[in-house]
């Protein structure tokens, strides 16, 4: 059974970092795109950040650009996300998604996805 199990959410304060992690179990990854949407509450869900199964091409969304960096260790089936400098409206659940054929910032494109961390950041 294919599984994306997020952990490294919770609550912090303006200014601070988090690092989350998100572990893929069922068959190997490697191939695959893997990123993270959010949601915050009454909001849409959007994209976060993406990275190709080689790693050589990786994009953010505006809003994290330069705060947020994506990683993935292939032979642990994991991607991370790092978050510094975190902000209020960083605050929302964040998803981790893979599929060998992820269009990037498409969230139907991505066949594999997590049940989310909670993200919430105060000022």
């Known amino acids: 059974q294919v599984q994306l199990v997020e952990s490294g959410g919770g609550l912090v304060q303006a200014g601070d970092s988090l690092r989350l992690s998100c572990a893929a179990s069922?068959?190997?990854?490697?191939?695959?795109?893997m990123g993270w949407f959010r949601q915050a509450p009454g909001k849409e869900r959007e994209f976060v950040a993406v990275?190709?199964?080689?790693?050589?091409?990786?994009f953010y969304a505006d809003s994290v650009k330069d705060r947020f960096t994506i990683s993935r260790d292939n032979a642990k089936n994991t991607v991370y996300l790092q978050m510094n400098s975190l902000k209020p409206e960083d605050t929302a659940v964040y998803y981790c998604?893979?599929?060998?054929?992820?269009?990037?910032?498409?969230?139907?494109?991505?066949?594999?996805w997590g049940q989310g961390t909670q993200v919430t950041v105060s000022s």
């Open positions: 069922g068959r190997t990854f490697s191939r695959d795109s």
């Open positions: 990275m190709s199964w080689s790693g050589a091409s990786i």
């Open positions: 998604v893979a599929d060998p054929d992820g269009s990037w910032k498409d969230w139907g494109s991505y066949g594999y």
